[in-house]
Antibody, heavy 121, light 113 residues
Framework: QVQLVESGGGVVQPGRSLRLSCAAS????????MHWLRQAPGKGLEWLAV????????LYADSVRGRFTVSRDNSRNTLWLQMNSLRGDDTAVYYC??????????????WGQGTLVTVSS | DIVMTQSPDSLAVSLGERATINCKSS????????????LGWYQQKPGQPPKLLIY???TRESGVPDRFSGSGSQTDFTLTISSLQAEDVALYYC?????????FGGGTKVEIK
């Protein structure tokens, strides 16, 4: 079955960097677009970025463009999110998710359990 | 960006009764190429990630009980739980996938009255 396991979260000081990973298994990773989303404590869902199935196209939300970088390696079935210049409002649970279908249509069929990032001095 | 607005923010429904959640998009999410509404619904229980319930506005995901149904078109959508069960207590979110950035409604909390 599909498994998405995020790692790399933790407590980090404002202005520092953190790299999240999402290890995928149970499906053909190279066929699906993959996403990063987050949820601040007690708040709703915010989409952050998508990496196309073929490692070619990367799109971002305005709130993180220029600070966050999504990447993937289809040979390693892994998705990453490099987060730089972290701020207090980046504190959230970060989820990776996969498209439901191997297409360019982004409804999210599977989600990881999430990893908590806390930005605090 | 397409803004998604859900209502109500919360609702309390008796067991076995109907729960109705509304979602409105700031522009139509009906794609003329395939006549499909690019709208999904997710359920999130405490401490868990969201789970896809409905896509294409009205197609139930595999394994989702048939008491969950989605309806609507263009800018106005509804998620209905026909007979609320205790296990349906959760937050519910709508999401448009018509274009990036993908955007979600603010969520509706469903509780037992």
């Amino acid at each position: 079955q599909v498994q998405l396991v995020e790692s790399g979260g933790g407590v980090v000081q404002p202005g520092r960097s953190l790299r999240l990973s999402c290890a995928a298994s149970g499906f053909t990773f190279s066929s699906y677009a993959m996403h990063w989303l987050r949820q601040a404590p007690g708040k709703g869902l915010e989409w952050l970025a998508v990496a196309s199935y073929d490692e070619v196209t990367y799109l971002y939300a305005d709130s993180v463009r220029g600070r966050f970088t999504v990447s993937r390696d289809n040979s390693r079935n892994t998705l990453w999110l490099q987060m730089n210049s972290l701020r207090g409002d980046d504190t959230a649970v970060y989820y990776c998710a996969k498209d439901r279908e191997p297409s360019l249509i982004h409804y999210l069929g599977s989600w990881g359990q999430g990893t908590l990032v806390t930005v605090s001095s | 960006d397409i803004v998604m607005t859900q209502s109500p923010d919360s609702l309390a429904v008796s067991l076995g009764e109907r729960a109705t959640i509304n979602c409105k998009s700031s522009q139509s999410v009906l794609h003329s190429s395939n006549n499909q509404n690019y709208l999904g619904w997710y359920q999130q229980k405490p401490g868990q990630p969201p789970k896809l319930l409905i896509y294409w506005a009205s197609t139930r995901e595999s394994g989702v009980p048939d008491r969950f149904s989605g309806s609507g078109s263009q800018t106005d959508f509804t998620l209905t739980i026909s007979s609320l069960q205790a296990e349906d207590v959760a937050l519910y979110y709508c999401q448009q996938y018509y274009r990036t950035p993908l955007t979600f409604g603010g969520g509706t909390k469903v509780e037992i009255k």
